[in-house]
């Protein structure tokens, strides 16, 4: 259970405005709902590819975007911050990124698909973002991870 310590201390009051859901804005308006498995789509404007999860409650969501014009990123969907420094942890690794906020409330950084984080992903049973150290502000199952990772990377080729 080393993915899941007790000392992680969580902040809820970062979760988003209550009725936005992290699943309506990927599709750009259109809403699927929350999902808890991983998933692959595309984006309405047809290029973007996009893997990932989303909380119970839909308020929060961790995906990969991709397209075939280079784009490669994890967006964090639901996350009340300015840009700054995260981590993203997978078992007993943690791997520190400089996230920045865009304009519709995504927090981006930049990574590349054979990168180890991206390999940690496909591989863990746990994803855990950590901001101020050890305040943990997201925690989402990697079940499904591996095929939804691997078919978005393979649709941005």
């Given at each position: 259970v080393g993915d899941d310590s007790a000392a992680d201390v969580v902040a809820e009051e970062d979760s988003a405005a209550p009725g936005k859901k992290?699943?309506?804005?990927?599709?750009s308006g259109a809403p699927r709902g929350a999902s808890t498995t991983w998933h692959t789509g595309r984006i309405s404007d047809?290029?973007?590819?996009?893997?990932?999860?989303?909380?119970?409650?839909?308020?929060?969501?961790?995906?990969?975007?991709?397209?075939?014009e280079g784009r490669s990123q994890i967006a964090l969907v639901g996350v009340k911050r300015p840009d700054g420094r995260m981590a993203i942890a997978v078992g007993k690794k943690r791997f520190p990124f400089e996230f920045t906020r865009d304009g519709d409330g995504y927090h981006l950084t930049d990574v590349r698909p054979q990168a180890a984080v991206m390999k940690a992903l496909r591989s863990g049973?746990?994803?855990?973002v950590f901001?101020?150290?050890?305040?943990?502000?997201?925690?989402?199952?990697l079940k499904g991870s591996s095929?939804?990772?691997?078919?978005?990377?393979?649709?941005?080729?």
């Open positions: 992290s699943g309506m804005s990927l599709q047809g290029g973007t590819i996009y893997a990932g999860v989303d909380n119970p409650k839909g308020t929060r969501g961790f995906y990969y975007i991709c397209d075939r049973k746990w994803v855990r901001v101020d150290g050890d305040v943990r502000i997201m925690r989402l199952r095929a939804a990772l691997a078919e978005a990377v393979r649709l941005c080729r």
